[in-house]
C-alpha cells in the first residue's frame, strides 16, 4: 500500500511564507501526476497545484504567481513553495499522488491521498 504523509503546514502571517513536503512510499513502481489540493472550512476541496512526471506544472488562478510546485522524483516528493500568503490560503493541504505500485507479482495502478496538513494564514 502507497502511502503519503505531508509536513510543513503552520501559522504564518499574511505576507508570509511557507513549504509543504510531501513524500509517498511503499512498493512504488512509478509515478505520474503529484498534485497539491487544498480545503478550507465550508467549502469543497479545490486544485491548487499539480505537476507531471516530466516537471510540467499548473496552477489554480487564485495562486499563480505565488505558489510554486516542484518535485524531486528520486525521492518520491512533491513539495509546495507558498509565498505572499494571504487569510483566504487558510486551509488544510493535501498532496495526491496517482502511478503504479508493486502489488505482489504484478503492478497496478494506485492512487492516494495524505492525511493533509493545516495552513492557517492570520495575524
Known amino acids: 500500500q502507497v502511502q503519503v504523509v505531508e509536513s510543513g503546514g503552520g501559522l504564518v502571517q499574511p505576507g508570509g511564507s511557507l513549504t509543504l513536503s510531501c513524500a509517498a512510499t511503499g512498493g512504488i513502481f512509478s509515478i505520474n501526476a503529484m498534485a497539491w489540493y487544498r480545503q478550507a472550512p465550508g467549502k469543497q476541496r479545490e486544485l491548487v497545484a499539480s505537476?507531471?512526471?516530466?516537471?510540467?506544472?499548473k496552477y489554480a488562478d487564485s495562486v499563480k504567481g505565488r505558489f510554486t510546485i516542484s518535485r524531486d522524483n528520486a525521492k518520491n516528493t512533491v513539495y509546495l513553495q507558498m509565498s505572499s500568503l494571504k487569510p483566504e490560503d487558510t486551509a488544510v493541504y493535501y498532496c495526491?499522488?496517482?502511478?503504479?505500485?508493486?502489488?505482489?507479482?504484478?503492478?497496478?495502478?494506485?492512487?492516494?491521498w495524505g492525511q493533509g496538513t493545516q495552513v492557517t494564514v492570520s495575524s
Open positions: 505537476i507531471t512526471d516530466g516537471g510540467t506544472p
Open positions: 495526491n499522488t496517482e502511478g503504479r505500485r508493486y502489488n505482489g507479482p504484478y503492478i497496478t495502478n494506485f492512487g492516494s
